[in-house]
């Protein structure tokens, strides 16, 4: 029943048969007990209504190009890196290039040849300011591991049924959408959610359409004649 004022999100309550209000903790105790199936009473299992929250993440994909205005910005944070900058610039030219772990293989061999030994707080930032999304590009590989970085803009999170197999969930649900997705199923959580609108929702058909015209038309002659009311 709907309470007089709503707490939060809770907007209705169940009445105890106090203030004239109807006992429907009895009711419920009562269809409990009985434990049969009807239009209000239903019997699940547990897991009916528990699913596992898994994490889908797709690879992070970059395009790599220098520009003038972005080499004065990095030097202006790594001023005393200005000869390997410029070392890379002649080597990789200012065209764009769609394959990071190529260019990121080439800088590191160029930075080798030099001898010199970049920070990792230095190398990241190179290719934060040098590089940009593309989804076009090739996706970024893992450095020392197997796999692919994931984009984490692109990630997305799936609630399987408990009782649905997870792996045959993502071949069927997923993967055909977005080919080049994968499940971190490291971060799986499971968490349980009661739907009654899923679960008892009763479809109403429509009014047909020769009803609604008519109210409409009724409605049209009510405003008409109170506009005459008004304008006599």
């Not at 199936?37 to 528990?50: H, R, T, V």
């Not at 898994?54 to 992070?60: D, I, M, W």
């Not at 202006?76 to 065209?95: F, S, W, Y």
């Amino acid at each position: 029943m709907p309470m007089r004022k709503s707490l939060g999100d809770k907007r209705r309550m169940i009445g105890n048969g106090e203030e004239g209000t109807p006992n429907q903790i009895n009711d419920i105790v009562k269809h409990y007990a009985e434990f049969v199936e009807s239009d209000i009473s239903k019997i699940f299992d547990n897991k009916d209504f528990g699913y596992t929250r898994v994490t889908v993440e797709r690879p992070l994909r970059l395009r790599y190009r220098m520009t003038v205005e972005d080499k004065a910005r990095f030097l202006d944070a790594c001023p005393h890196l200005l000869d390997d900058v410029q070392a890379i610039d002649t080597e990789l030219g200012r065209e764009p290039m769609t394959d990071w772990n190529a260019v990121y293989a080439l800088i590191l061999d160029l930075l080798h040849k030099r001898r010199s030994s970049w920070k990792k707080a230095e190398l990241k930032l190179f290719r934060d300011v040098f590089t940009q999304k593309d989804p076009e590009t090739a996706p970024v590989k893992k450095e020392k591991e197997t796999g692919f970085e994931p984009d984490t803009d692109l990630r997305d999170f799936e609630n399987i049924p408990l009782k649905d197999d997870v792996d045959e969930y993502f071949k069927r649900e997923v993967f055909p959408h977005v080919s080049d997705a994968w499940m971190d199923r490291s971060k799986d959580k499971v968490g349980y959610e009661i739907n009654f609108n899923r679960h008892f929702y009763k479809y109403t058909p429509p009014r047909p359409l020769e009803e609604i015209d008519a109210d409409l038309k009724k409605a049209e002659e009510e405003i008409v004649r109170l506009l005459k009311e008004v304008t006599a």
